[in-house]
């Protein structure tokens, strides 16, 4: 069985920097690209950042570009989201999230649970 | 980017009635590159459609997707209780992939 695990979140302030790690476990990690995506309180779900399986394709939302930069370490099945210069808006829960196909343009199949970060003075 | 427009906001429906969710897109989508998801109360997201009509695994077929061009329709042949949760629908036709607001089904 598929699970993506996320971990990470906190509260911290506007200006401050956090890595979030998602670990990965009941498939083959390493032929599979994966996803951050976030969720604001209460709102919608909005795509963040993208990785492929051997991380040679890499891309991001413009509202994170330049301070947010995703990673991965297919030995230990770990997904990463450096978050940096963080903003009030950049407050949510953050899910990783598998895609379907090694490929960009391909739904999410499996998501985690999230972990919230909180950015606020 | 495509903007994706789900309607309506909220659906009250009874257990045993038919649910029917819009997704409309700002330009057509290429190759019926849709997907539905269900968000549960306090869960992450979950795939029921993709493709705009291929029902992920497990899903149960009362479930059923509709749709191509800028237009496309979750239907929920007969509602039953636990499917109480918001829809989603997601374009992954063109990067950005984008998602829609969402459409809250209630369960009167």
């Known amino acids: 069985e598929v699970h993506l695990v996320e971990s990470g979140g906190t509260l911290l302030q506007p200006g401050g920097s956090l890595r979030l790690s998602c670990e990965a476990s009941?498939?083959?990690?390493?032929?599979?690209?994966m996803n951050w995506v976030r969720q604001a309180p209460g709102k919608g779900l909005e795509w963040v950042s993208y990785i492929s399986r051997s991380s040679t394709n890499i891309y991001y939302a413009d509202s994170v570009k330049g301070r947010f930069t995703i990673s991965r370490d297919n030995a230990k099945n770990l997904l990463y989201l450096q978050m940096n210069n963080l903003r009030d808006e950049d407050t949510a829960v953050y899910y990783c999230?598998?895609?379907?196909?090694?490929?960009?343009?391909?739904?999410?199949?499996?998501w985690g649970q999230g972990t919230l970060v909180t950015v606020s003075s | 980017e495509i903007v994706l427009t789900q309607s309506p906001g909220t659906l009250s429906l009874s257990p045993g009635e038919r649910a029917t969710l819009s997704c409309r897109a700002s330009?057509?989508?290429?190759?019926?590159?849709l997907a539905w998801y269900q968000q549960k109360p306090g869960q992450a997201p979950r795939l029921i459609i993709y493709?705009?009509?291929s029902r992920a695994t497990g899903i149960p077929d009362r479930f059923s997707g509709s749709g191509s061009g800028t237009d496309f329709t979750l239907t929920v042949s007969r509602l039953e209780p636990e499917d109480l949760a918001v829809y989603y629908c997601l374009q992954y036709g063109f990067s950005p992939r984008t998602f829609g607001q969402g459409t809250k089904v209630e369960i009167k």
């Open positions: 330009q057509s989508i290429s190759g019926r590159s």
């Open positions: 999230a598998r895609n379907l196909f090694d490929w960009l343009l391909v739904p999410l199949d499996y």
């Open positions: 009941g498939f083959t990690f390493k032929d599979y690209s």
């Open positions: 493709d705009a009509s």
